[in-house]
Structures are given as structure tokens and as C-alpha cells.
């Protein structure tokens, strides 16, 4: 059985957004090992990841990405395992990728990695758990992802504080 994945966006000019998305969960989904999983991926605008970043973290401000794990829940006979949902900002994509100079394919390649990663259980808050996101953001990127191996619980370049 094949992995399902759904994208979409509530982003008025994400179509683009989906495809890269739809093909880097692949790839990485592949790179994991992991089959028969289900996954969520949703591409919104910085003021309803405010929203959300808000509800969920008490966090009053946009931010880049977003995971919501589904738990380690029973999978029935014949169903999907669902790893749950990562919701990106594209427009926290678009000027990040410009600030440093980078195609907002890799930025939200980026994102994903690091969502995806959150939704299997990594975490970058304490020195080994970084260095361990760090080397598995790299191993599916191919290049650095957005915690940094040497500045444990941090990611590179905090999000930018944007308001609406």
C-alpha cells in the first residue's frame, strides 16, 4: 500500500507551493523508509499561522512552520498510519528565500523537512536531541536544514516577527 498525502493550500498563490510539496513529502517520506502513512501538508499565509501559532503555542506572532503529531493511535487492519499535519507559511517562505538568497523550492523544502521531523518525534530543545534533528534535517535536505548542529535548540535565523 502506497503512502497518501494531501496538500493544499489556503494560501491565494500557493498552487506552486503544492507541487513542490507534494513531491519533496515523497521523496522524503521515501528517504524515511516509511510506507502506509498518511500526511497532511497545508500551505497558508502568515496571518492565519499567526492564528494558529497563537492557539496552540501562545505564541502572538507568524512563524515558519507548524506540526501537529497524531499521536501513537491503534492503525486498523488495512488503514494508513496518519503522522498528522505540517502547516508552512508561504509568505514567511518567500522572504526568507529572498533574504538569503535561496529558491523558495529549498526554502519550503526546508520547512517540510523540519515539520516532518517534529511530526516523527525530533526535537531541537536540548543539545543531543538538536544535534540528532540537525543530522536527520541534512540527511533528507542534502544540505544544512534549519537547526544548526552546533547551536543545540536553536534554528538558523529566528523567524521574523511580521504583523499584519
Excluded: C
Amino acid at each position: 500500500m502506497a503512502n497518501l498525502i494531501l496538500v493544499r493550500s489556503e494560501h491565494p498563490e500557493g498552487a506552486y507551493a503544492v507541487r513542490v510539496l507534494r513531491q519533496g513529502s515523497r521523496l522524503f517520506l521515501a528517504r524515511l523508509g516509511l510506507d502506509e502513512v498518511e500526511l497532511s501538508v497545508v500551505v497558508t499565509t502568515d496571518a492565519e499561522i499567526r492564528t494558529l501559532n497563537r492557539k496552540w503555542r501562545k505564541k502572538d506572532r507568524s512563524t515558519d512552520v507548524l506540526s501537529f503529531p497524531a499521536g501513537d493511535g491503534p492503525v486498523l487492519p488495512g488503514q494508513k498510519r496518519w503522522l498528522g499535519d505540517v502547516v508552512l507559511s508561504l509568505d514567511t517562505a518567500r522572504a526568507r528565500a529572498q533574504d538569503d538568497g535561496r529558491p523558495v523550492s529549498a526554502e519550503l523544502s526546508r520547512y517540510l523537512a523540519h515539520g516532518l521531523l517534529h511530526l516523527l518525534g525530533h526535537d531541537h530543545h536540548a543539545p543531543g536531541e538538536a544535534a540528532r534533528m540537525a543530522r536527520a534535517e541534512a540527511g533528507l535536505l542534502g544540505a544544512a536544514g534549519m537547526v544548526p548542529e552546533e547551536a543545540p535548540g536553536r534554528r538558523q535565523r529566528a523567524p521574523r516577527e511580521r504583523r499584519p
